[in-house]
Nanobody, 120 residues
Framework: QVQLVESGGGLVQPGGSLRLSCVAS????????MAWYRQAPGKQRELVAD???????NYADSVKGRFTISRDNAKNTVYLQMNSLKPEDTAVYYC??????????????WGQGTQVTVSS
């Protein structure tokens, strides 16, 4: 069994910062690409950023220069540092990871989501 648990969401004023964390736990052999997605009310879930095991990163155009994704492989954790937040960043943020279990199955897993609200 594998679980992803996010934390760090909340309410922040425009221009502020938040740091999201996502920890993977369970029967894990290796974690490949880790990513953050978000879903605003009435909109489809979209990719915010992803990071490979080799630390290559990819960002949505809307967050380039403001958000930074990083990971700590020893802690099975991925982070999303969000700076210069805008009201349009308001959404539920979800962690996703491609994980090989100790039974050698490779599957994609989702966290439960954490709410980020940017408002004055």
């Amino acid at each position: 069994q594998v679980q992803l648990v996010e934390s760090g969401g909340g309410l922040v004023q425009p221009g502020g910062s938040l740091r999201l964390s996502c920890v993977a736990s369970g029967s894990i052999s290796r974690i490949y690409t880790m990513a953050w997605y978000r879903q605003a009310p009435g909109k489809q879930r979209e990719l915010v950023a992803d990071i490979t095991r080799g630390i290559n990163t990819n960002y949505a155009d809307s967050v380039k220069g403001r958000f930074t994704i990083s990971r700590d492989n020893a802690k099975n954790t991925v982070y999303l540092q969000m700076n210069s937040l805008k009201p349009e960043d308001t959404a539920v943020y979800y962690c996703h990871a491609d994980i090989q279990s100790t039974a050698w199955d490779l599957n994609g897993y989702w966290g439960q989501g954490t709410q980020v609200t940017v408002s004055s």
